[in-house]
């Protein structure tokens, strides 16, 4: 206990200290793979239950699945819009020069769910950066009992990423080597309890495969500029190029 509370008084003391120099970020700058809020823009997902047995598929071809215990109890997998849309996270690891992350709605995964990727392409080696919150952990906890998550390429053995932080923002990000992804090759697994993530990015993503195919299937968008910056409309909803609702 004393050693947790030195913790906090030592976070406390830096965050008055230093308030008027910190940096506050949009998770809509980062998560260009996929961005949980603004996928809430299509009624059929914010409304979806995903189980181990009805997995939900994403306009861009990722699969979000379920799984149940041992016992047969399902665990969670939904939309998550705890404490509102837009709680800001002070980041704990993961993202240099940045203090703090202001997420929307979040996907909310037990143990055992996982993220099967669409089909993409990058055009070089680079990162795949998965932005979630821990969902309770603290920095008392250890090795195995530390909440996270696990990325597998092809048939190659899954990498794990844990960090015990409390209920702060952590991303963790694992090598990806260029090429060409089918759906499927790029699993996400939750490791451990439960966590709570708000995007995904993929560096070197081939251009027209970002978070705005992830908003809505099958209708053709209207895309200008206006005062410099791109706007994208879909159902009549307007996006900036990220995905972001504008």
């Known amino acids: 206990m004393k050693k947790i509370f030195l913790f906090a008084a030592a976070v406390a003391a830096s965050m ?53 215990n041992s016992a047969g109890k399902e665990g969670d997998c939904k939309w998550n819009a705890k404490a509102g849309y837009n709680t800001t996270y002070f980041v704990a690891d993961g993202l240099e020069g ?29 990162k795949v950066s998965v932005f979630y919150q ?52 790029v699993i996400l697994k939750v490791v451990k309890n439960t966590i709570n993530v708000c995007g995904i990015r993929i560096e070197n993503l081939q251009e027209g495969q970002q978070a705005i195919d992830n908003i809505e299937a099958g209708e053709k968008a209207e895309k200008f500029f206006e005062n410099g910056q791109l706007v994208i409309i879909k159902n009549g909803v307007r996006y900036n190029a990220l995905g972001a609702q504008l």
Not at 47 to 61: F, H, K, R, V
Not at 137 to 150: A, F, N, P, Q
């Open 16 to 68: 008055t200290i230093n308030a008027q120099d910190k940096v506050v970020k949009e998770i809509t700058e980062y998560a260009n793979y996929i961005e949980f809020q603004a996928l809430m823009a299509n009624p059929d997902i914010a409304n979806a239950t995903i189980t181990s047995e009805a997995p939900l598929t994403l306009p861009n071809g990722s699969v979000l699945t379920g799984f149940k």
């Open 98 to 126: 940045v203090d703090s992350l202001t997420v929307g709605t979040q996907w909310r995964a037990a143990s055992g769910c996982t993220l099967k990727f669409g089909a993409f392409t990058t055009t070089a080696a680079g």
């Open 134 to 185: 821990l969902n309770g952990d603290d920095s008392s906890k250890t090795g195995e009992d530390v909440r996270g998550c696990s990325l597998q390429i092809y048939n190659n053995d899954p990498v794990e990423y844990r960090f015990a932080t409390g209920k702060n923002l952590c991303v963790a990000s694992f090598d990806l080597p260029a090429g060409s992804y089918d759906a499927g090759d």
